[in-house]
Structures are given as structure tokens and as C-alpha cells.
């Protein structure tokens, strides 16, 4: 693969033909922020968070870094006022669902974001979906979902494979950008496989999604 050359905050990078500009930037030494970006993990262009402005043949537009390839002769900003106003925004509406996770305080101090600008409705997941693609794409057990869409979306634990591989795996508690997760596996182990599933003699897994 023949590299490709371009200027990223005003410094001229090479990097391979189908790296993202997140990697790029991420291997020329400079941060982006992320919440649904895993390297492990395909692309999944989710919290929009990365965004930054590319320009191209004179002509800028913003683009999701951790989905866009790298091009030839293309001019990366990945600071601006513009983009630092975006993530700001993206941030307070996060924290209106999230308020507690320090992953989006942390983030809330460096771009200067105001937790309470938007009304408060903690349903504690940010829809980032790094745990579901992780236990389908690395753990490959399958034992996670979404269910429903838009603002009902929610994810949910499959009791029949979770009874039987979650209590050994795990492997995606320490993914979550807010507590959800764990507090979703301990309802539905307590509502669907309180033996805990793989003991003898345990209940059958009942059926049930996470709630908020
Ligand atoms: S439970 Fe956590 S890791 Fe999973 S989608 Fe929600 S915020 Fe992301
Ligand atoms: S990290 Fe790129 S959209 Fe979430």
C-alpha cells in the first residue's frame, strides 16, 4: 500500500492507504477525543465526538475522523473554535443523560462545557454500543444487544448466553464511558438468573431487557 501525504494541524504526515484520520492523527501525536472509538473495534461513527474540519481542493466540510481515510493532499484542522463549539454541545447533551461519568466530566473541563445546560434525563447509557460490538467482534459471544430505537434504544443482556458467559468474561465492564453497563448486568442477573446461570440447579434464564 503506497502511503499517502497530507498536513494535519499544520504538520505534514504520511500514513497508510485506508487509515482513518483518527489514526493518523493518533500516530503523528495528536489527541481526539473519542467515546465509541476502540481500536480493536470496526469503525462505528457513533458519538461524533471526533469530528474535525478537512479541507479539500479549497472547499472545508467536518467529518467523523475515526471513519474517514486519509487522502492525499488534504488539510486537517482538529481545533477550532467551530469544532471546539461542537463537541462542547455534544458533550452537555451528553451529560444530560450521563451526569456522573468522569469520562464526560473530564472532557466537560477541558472544552469548558456546562453539565447543567440541558435538562437532565439519565437513562446512564450513551448509546456508545462499545460493549455490544465488543462482545460481538473480540469477545465473540454475542451476549449483548440494543433493543428498540432513537431515544427508547437501550441495551439489553440475552439472559441464555449471559447465564452462561458473562460471569467468566467481563471483558467489556471497564469499556463504559458511564456505570450502565454493570448496573444492567446486575438486574438482569438478579431478574433472569439470580443462581447464577451456570451454578447446578439454577434457574432457567428468563427472558428480560435492561431497564433504566
Ligand atoms: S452500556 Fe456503556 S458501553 Fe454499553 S452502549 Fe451504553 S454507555 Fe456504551
Ligand atoms: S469516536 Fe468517532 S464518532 Fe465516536
Known amino acids: 500500500m503506497s502511503d499517502i501525504q497530507f498536513e494535519i494541524d499544520g504538520r505534514q504526515v504520511k500514513a497508510k492507504e485506508e487509515t482513518t484520520l483518527l489514526e493518523a492523527a493518533r500516530g503523528a501525536g495528536i489527541a481526539i477525543p473519542t467515546l465509541c472509538h476502540h481500536e480493536k473495534l470496526e469503525p462505528f461513527g457513533g458519538c461524533r465526538l471526533c469530528i474535525v474540519e478537512v479541507e479539500e481542493r479549497g472547499r472545508s466540510r467536518l467529518v467523523v475522523s ?10 486537517v484542522r482538529t481545533r477550532s473554535e467551530k469544532i471546539d463549539r461542537i463537541r462542547k454541545t455534544i458533550i452537555e447533551l451528553l451529560m444530560a443523560h450521563a451526569p456522573d461519568s468522569p ?75 458511564t456505570s450502565y453497563l454493570q448496573a444492567a448486568y446486575v438486574l438482569t442477573k438478579a431478574l433472569a438468573f439470580p443462581g447464577g446461570g451456570k451454578e447446578p440447579g439454577a434457574q432457567e434464564p428468563k427472558s428480560v431487557a435492561s431497564k433504566k
Not at 475515526?66 to 488539510?75: D, E, L
Not at 449483548?144 to 430505537?149: A, H, N, T
Request: aromatic letters at 10%; a negative charge.
Open 66 to 75: 475515526c471513519v474517514f481515510p486519509v487522502k492525499n493532499g488534504i488539510i
Open 103 to 177: 469520562q464526560l466530566a473530564a472532557l466537560a473541563e477541558e472544552y469548558g462545557a456546562d453539565r447543567d445546560r440541558f435538562e437532565k434525563d439519565p437513562s446512564f447509557c450513551i448509546h456508545c454500543g462499545l460493549c455490544v460490538r465488543y462482545c460481538a467482534e473480540v469477545a465473540r459471544k454475542h451476549a449483548l444487544g440494543f433493543v428498540d430505537r432513537g431515544i427508547r434504544k437501550e441495551i439489553c443482556f440475552i439472559p441464555e448466553i449471559a447465564a452462561e458467559v458473562c460471569d467468566d468474561c467481563k471483558e467489556c465492564f471497564p469499556l463504559c464511558p
